[in-house]
């Protein structure tokens, strides 16, 4: 029976612990915060998710992981925000390099790099190593009240992903299978940014036809740069057909959906606050981390990602405060 050490505590990762723990898997939750490990453990409860952890869940401060032995039925899982991903691998590194795979809920990219997380992974791990990302439209509290769920699971290995989807399928939640881990990274990354330009779109009272034109053009972005990664990246090839079926998946199709739409995504707020005269910094302190603000500026000099209408669209509106109406309209002229 395998055991399922999920690392960060943000209210997707103790939501996917929480599944994990009702269909009897164990479940250890390893965190930065002795105040939290305390809270956890003593009243086995998260109030906002509204859960009540049973005896599958165990919670440990991440320190105690550096005298724990790592086994071949270990599930080790990063739950961290995209700017913790790297240090908890990195403070941890002896513990990881000892590790058969490694699976992430954590959707962006590495800042500091540019690099996505397989890259960053084959950096400092032995490539051997079995790689995997669930991504896809989720809410915690989605997957907490049982509602239906989709996502995909993009994985190097397939006995890897067969854990999960034994582990996690239910009649709610449903892990749809791919080799495509870079297609389903680079949706995840990408967006974010699109999210930001939908709710410009609905701010300068472009109709709803306008936002699903941008989500066809994401997806053809998401091939395009997927395919030139690919291309000079050995281990991760998959084939044409299955890189297009990613395009339609819970991890891209699925996820422009909801990003772009719902108001609950903190990308589309950036968006619905955007005029020409904004504070933007002042939006941000507002609303909270926004992944695609990042990510448009750590993209914009990637060569990878430099011929992108949609994150150069972006960073013209964020960074070089163009007024967002015209740069919108240019995306379709």
């Known amino acids: 029976m395998a055991l399922f050490r999920i690392f960060g505590a943000g209210e997707w990762g103790l939501a996917v612990a929480n599944h994990l723990s009702l269909q009897s898997n164990l479940v250890e939750i390893y965190l ?20 009540e952890f049973n005896n599958n869940i165990t919670f440990f401060n991440i320190n105690e992981i550096k005298s724990i032995s790592n086994s071949a039925d270990t599930i080790n899982i990063i739950a961290t925000s995209s700017s913790g991903f790297l240090s908890v691998i990195k403070d941890n590194i ?77 009649d709610y939640l449903d892990l749809i299978p791919t080799h495509d881990l870079i297609g389903v990274e680079v949706s995840g990354v990408l967006k974010n940014i699109s999210a930001i330009l939908a709710g410009s779109l609905t701010a300068n009272q472009f109709p709803d036809e306008y936002v699903h034109e941008l989500i066809s053009i994401s997806q053809q972005e998401v091939y395009r740069i997927s395919k030139s990664i690919m291309t000079n990246t050995d281990g991760y090839e998959v084939s044409d057909p299955e890189m297009k079926n990613t395009l339609n998946s819970p991890a891209c199709l699925g996820d422009l959906n909801l990003t772009c739409f719902y108001n609950t995504s903190r990308n589309r707020q950036l968006g619905l606050k955007l005029t020409q005269d904004c504070n933007i910094q002042k939006l941000l302190s507002k609303i909270g981390t926004v992944e695609g603000y990042l990510s448009t500026a750590t993209l914009f000099n990637n060569k990878v990602y430099s011929q992108s209408i949609i994150i150069k669209s972006a960073y013209d509106i964020l960074y070089n405060h163009i007024e967002p109406k015209k740069i919108l309209e240019a995306i379709y002229s």
């Open 32 to 51: 930065r915060d002795n105040l939290k490990v305390d809270l956890y453990s003593s009243s086995n409860v998260h109030k906002n998710l509204g859960i």
């Open 94 to 170: 002896n513990y990881f390099k000892k590790s058969q795979s490694l699976t992430w809920l954590t959707k962006g990219l590495d800042h500091s790099s540019g690099s996505l997380f397989h890259e960053v992974l084959d950096q400092i791990l032995p490539n051997k190593i079995a790689k995997c990302v669930i991504s896809g439209p989720s809410f915690a509290k989605d997957l907490v009240n049982k509602k239906d769920i989709k996502v995909s699971i993009a994985s190097t290995d397939d006995s890897l992903a067969e854990v999960f989807i034994n582990a996690m399928n239910t």
